[in-house]
């Protein structure tokens, strides 16, 4: 069954938009967006100061109680395919030598509309 428009792969787009700008508006530098690899995806990856960040986003196209906060759908799982895909990035990068951070964005509906942006520095370490 195909998603409609508005479904949730628009709202994830929307939501690492929000994310992209969050980050952009605090100084960062947006290296990649979407970056790939045969291990998983990337969804941003940004230049803080020395700081390289990994930044997972997810995001919620409605307001409900029941589905939890969003940054709870980091998994164990999710995080060793993120730190994966992460040491693939690196390899090829010229930015391998600086410290790395991985974050993970919630971004969710705003009251009155909008998104709100919540981010959680260091969710989690490689190693």
Not at 2 to 12: F, L, S, T
Not at 17 to 22: N, V
Request: aromatic share 8%.
């Amino acid at each position: 069954m195909a998603e409609p428009a508005g479904g949730r792969a628009a709202a994830g787009r929307r939501g690492e938009a929000a994310a992209a700008l969050y980050y952009q508006k605090r100084g960062c530098t947006l290296l990649a967006h979407n970056y790939r690899t045969r291990l998983g995806e990337l969804d941003l990856v940004l230049l803080e100061g020395g700081t390289l960040v990994f930044a997972e986003v997810k995001t919620r196209a409605v307001r409900s109680s029941g589905w939890g906060a969003p940054g709870e759908a980091v998994g164990p799982n999710k995080r060793r395919r993120l730190l994966l895909a992460a040491r693939q990035y690196l390899r090829a990068s010229p930015y391998r030598e600086l410290p790395v951070r991985f974050d993970v964005v919630e971004v969710t509906p705003a009251p009155g509309g909008g998104l709100l942006v919540h981010c959680i520095r260091g969710a989690f370490e490689d190693g």
